[in-house]
T-cell receptor, first 113, second 115 residues
Framework: EPEVTQTPSHQVTQMGQEVILRCVPISNHLYFYWYRQILGQKVEFLVSFYNNEISEKSEIFDDQFSVERPDGSNFTLKIRSTKLEDSAMYFC???????????FGPGTRLTVL | AQTVTQSQPEMSVQEAETVTLSCTYDTSESDYYLFWYKQPPSRQMILVIRQEAYKQQNATENRFSVNFQKAAKSFSLKISDSQLGDAAMYFCAYRSALSQGNLIFGKGTKLSVKP
């Protein structure tokens, strides 16, 4: 069983459109992360989210991206004005325990046409 | 900045045999965590094993074990009695203990298991 669920599993969008990817934790956790994996490449960190605020973000996470937890449960990643190079798998992960081990969701495959 | 290097893009092993996947990392920190993640064709990221840098004892999880050499900054994964289901991409990852932050991944090693 995944530690978090992600919806949709696959999203196809036109270049320039906005997409919202959702992450739903199975139980209540404070730490969440978004990662991206372009096909055939390594997994890259985007942003971490702690107690409803961004705690850390990478250079990739520019003004095109935003995260929020609108209802205290779902955790969303919004990508504005999508580009072809945004096509990737997007993973949500939650942190757990003193070591803050990260457990990943099944991912959302984003295809930008 | 920390980096993680996996020098073997692909590896192959015979079913029931043992295989070792290599990982090296670069950091100036003394306290950190290291992980191996498995990514099967479904692309789900599955945590396989973890190692705390302050622990000298190598971590073991069933058929999976690591060889952690802190001075050499090496963290290899050994898979014993390989099974067909072990075929996947394997990613080595580093996380600083100073923050609750991000994992830094290597480029991965694609493991094939031959029947």
């Amino acid at each position: 069983e995944p530690e978090v669920t992600q919806t949709p599993s696959h999203q196809v969008t036109q270049m320039g459109q906005e997409v919202i990817l959702r992450c739903v934790p199975i139980s209540n956790h404070l730490y969440f992360y978004w990662y991206r994996q372009i096909l055939g490449q390594k997994v890259e960190f985007l942003v971490s989210f702690y107690n409803n605020e961004i705690s850390e973000k990478s250079e990739i996470f520019d003004d095109q991206f935003s995260v929020e937890r609108p209802d205290g449960s779902n955790f969303t990643l919004k990508i504005r004005s999508t580009k072809l190079e945004d096509s990737a798998m997007y993973f949500c992960a939650r942190g757990q325990g003193a070591r803050n081990e990260q457990f990943f969701g099944p991912g959302t495959r984003l295809t930008v046409l | 900045a920390q980096t993680v290097t996996q020098s073997q893009p692909e590896m192959s092993v015979q079913e029931a045999e043992t295989v070792t996947l290599s990982c090296t990392y670069d950091t100036s920190e003394s306290d950190y965590y290291l992980f191996w993640y498995k990514q099967p064709p479904s692309r789900q990221m599955i945590l396989v094993i973890r190692q705390e840098a302050y622990k000298q004892q190598n971590a073991t999880e069933n058929r999976f074990s690591v060889n952690f050499q802190k001075a050499a900054k090496s963290f290899s994964l050994k898979i014993s009695d390989s099974q067909l289901g072990d075929a996947a991409m394997y990613f080595c990852a580093y996380r600083s203990a100073l923050s609750q932050g991000n994992l830094i991944f290597g480029k991965g090693t694609k493991l094939s298991v031959k029947p």
